[in-house]
Every structure is written in C-alpha cells, then in structure tokens.
Nanobody
Framework: QVQMVESGGGLVQPGGSLRLSCAAS????????MGWFRQAPGKEREFVAA????????YYADSVKGRFTISRDNAQNTVYLQMNSLKPEDTAVYYC????????????????????WGQGTQVTVSA
C-alpha cells in the first residue's frame, strides 16, 4: 500500500520557520517529480513548490519564492519543505504528492497531474 505521510507542521509566530517532511512508503518515487500544495479553509488547494525527480530543478509559487525551499532525499524516499519568514497567509494544511508520470519532464503546478496524496499537516502562523 502506497502512503505519503506529511509531518512537521505546527503553530509558529510570524517570521518564524518550520520544516515539513513527506515520507513515502510502499513504492519508490525517485523517478517522479514531487510537489507541495496547501489548502486554507474555504479555499481551493494551491500549488506551493515542486522538485524534479533528479532534484536538479525546483519551481515555486510567487507567494513563497525566496522564503520556501523544497528538497528531496531519494535514498530516504522523502521530500522536504523548509519554510522561513512565515506569514499569517501561509496558514493552511500542507500536502505532498507525486506527479503521475515518471521521469515526467516539466514540473506541474496542477493538482490533477499529481497522485498519492497524503493526509496533510497543519501549519498555523499566528501571534
């Protein structure tokens, strides 16, 4: 059974940092681009960041560029999201997912291009 388990969320003050982890089990995703998305209450799930299967390329939403860093450890089948300078508007449930097509060229920002969603981890930025 394939599982994605996100962790590392919590309550943090504005300007603070968190590091999210996404551990995959049941199969390897070393040949898949991986993405982080988030969903705030009452809003649609939105793209945050993606990383190519090789780890050589990354892509970010404008809203997090320069503050968030995505990385991966294929040996550990794990993807990370380092979040710095957090803002209240970053409050959401954060999800990781694997892009459906292995060795799939361009990193997608669309949820329908991803599969194997985890349950998410809550990030709350508040004073």
């Amino acid at each position: 059974q394939v599982q994605m388990v996100e962790s590392g969320g919590g309550l943090v003050q504005p300007g603070g940092s968190l590091r999210l982890s996404c551990a995959a089990s049941g199969r390897t995703f070393s040949t898949h681009n991986m993405g982080w998305f988030r969903q705030a209450p009452g809003k649609e799930r939105e793209f945050v960041a993606a990383i190519a299967w090789s780890g050589g390329n990354t892509y970010y939403a404008d809203s997090v560029k320069g503050r968030f860093t995505i990385s991966r450890d294929n040996a550990q089948n794990t993807v990370y999201l380092q979040m710095n300078s957090l803002k209240p508007e970053d409050t959401a449930v954060y999800y990781c997912a694997a892009q459906k097509t292995p060795f799939g060229g361009s990193m997608s920002t669309k949820t329908y291009d991803y599969d194997y969603w985890g349950q998410g981890t809550q990030v709350t930025v508040s004073a």
